[in-house]
């Protein structure tokens, strides 16, 4: 994606080979665009609990980085690198992403019996996982933008109006994004779309991402309440719901930002279709249940009692609630794959049952 005229990644390495790494400190945004640097794991760990990187393929890509740089830092010692992975799997217990790319870092890094080898794969690896993940958003981008593209036809042009929760987009993955990855196809062949960005409290995610991004891009968009979802699509003012996911069972379930349920539920009953655009990395594929196995992160009740915002040029946090009133800041639900109309991944889009999963991923049966 573009920022400013100049491309960027969302996490990136250093080119004079230093072994440090940047990413995009998405704490700033949208009032600031500022890169911050990485150099050991627990800077790494830190960057994702406490969402200076956020989203699903860029947790993944982050840890793996985490992963090289503990490898770096600790001269490739087994013992340490395991640490490592236990440091960074205990961020974000929701995105399977993270786990699933500190695991291929430790199956890689196992095949090495030297130290400088084990360093090496473990950047190797790490790059790996990045561009993997570029290319599979890529690709989302277009298959979702036939979805897109038959809408428009059915309008005979008139705009496509998609309704997408949280920030599913380029500030999410290494690139592209996955629910914005049609939008931007969508766009960039001149077909009219506009956006409905929810704003995502309480981190308030599309508010700030989502919407900076699409501004950014030129895509039309309007920043909406998270309850006023359910009275767009009742006034039919919503083609398409797209949505990302932090863990999919395989037979569907689908964890996402809190609040996704509701839009399910809300599409379901005016005949909106929902899609839920992933990369394959964000299957679950040793679970079946969602609703009783994936774990719900639970943060901060503070998180939902303040609020901030761009005051005289800086950043003000201000409490909004009784500063005695109790506050659950549950991070995720649960939509049952009855809620969705299908998915959009890598390989193209398919029903959200089990069967038809598998036949996109035949090797997982």
Known sequence: MLVHGQHYRTIWENENGSGAVH????????????????TTVAEAAEAIRGMRVRGAGLIGATAA???????????????????????????????????????????????AAEPAARIAIAWQTARGIADEDAAWCRLIGRHGLALIEQISREKGGAPVNVLTHCNAGWLAFVDYGSATAPIYAAHDVGIAVHVWVDETRPRSQGAKLTAWELGGHGVPHTLIADNTGGHLMQHGMVDLVIVGTDRTTRTGDVANKIGTYLKALAAMDNGVPFYVALPSSSFDWEMRDGLRGIPIEQRGGDEVKHADGWVDGRVVEVLVAPAATPAANYGFDVTPARLVTGFITERGCCAANEEAIIGLFPERA
């Open 23 to 38: 990413i995009i400190d998405q704490c700033q945004l949208p009032h600031r665009f500022e890169i911050a640097t990485l």
């Open 65 to 111: 980085y985490g992963m090289a740089l503990a490898a770096r830092e600790f001269g490739g010692d087994p013992a340490a690198l395991a640490g490592a992975a236990s440091m960074l799997t205990a961020t974000r217990p929701t995105a399977v992403n993270l786990a699933w790319a500190v695991n291929r870092q430790l199956a890689a890094i196992a095949g």
